[in-house]
């Protein structure tokens, strides 16, 4: 991979993952929202974020992507619970978060599976 490509992904993600984290803790009335159902919002968040992870990190096993975004997913939610942050914690927003890594890195779990049939599992 080209590395002026690769370093470009990389910065790509790092972006989305800024712009993440500030809507995470940014009060709701102070944000725009691109759906009205947050569990949406949640779930294209975390999809865009594990494709960008998966074509940045391409050395990176697919499931260890997986485990660190859905803990980042968990992490937001319990600082969400802190006081200070004046937002609302919620276990379906992790689990929107958690279904849209897995709806992510299936097919290219898949992909890699069928393009290397031999490699054990």
Known sequence: M???YHHGL???FWIALAFSLTKAF???RKMF???HWDKAEHFLAFYILTLL???AFPRRPL???AVALSLLGAGIEVVQAL???SRD???WDWFADTLAIAAALLPLAVLSWRANPNRAA
């Open 83 to 85: 006081p200070i942050i």
């Open 53 to 55: 992870a998966a074509a």
């Open 63 to 65: 499931l260890s992507i």
């Open 89 to 91: 914690s919620d276990f």
């Open 33 to 35: 929202r691109i759906f």
């Open 10 to 12: 990389q910065a790509l």
């Open 26 to 28: 940014v009060l709701p």
């Open 2 to 4: 080209n590395r002026r």
